[in-house]
């Protein structure tokens, strides 16, 4: 694994985990920047996170960063 390779799996669950306890706290909407502040991950790690698909809990509606959608539930 080169020096900027990231094993991104495990940064994934990590960023999950987060968010299922966010969403048993009832929150609808989540901030990256709180997901931040709860990991330590750099924001560009926990967008490929994302970008590597997140499981997303049903109580959550919205996920967003530096105020833009970064994923949002349908229907």
Not at 12 to 26: D, M, S, T, Y
């Amino acid at each position: 694994m080169g020096k900027y390779e990231l094993d991104i799996e495990k940064y994934r669950k990590a960023v999950e985990k987060v968010i299922l306890r966010f969403a048993e706290r009832g929150w609808e909407e989540i901030k990256i920047e709180e997901i931040w502040f709860e990991t330590s991950l750099p924001t560009d790690v926990i967008i490929q996170a994302f970008n590597a698909g997140v499981s997303i809990p049903e109580e959550v509606k919205l996920v967003t960063y530096k105020g833009n959608v970064i994923w949002k539930k349908e229907g």
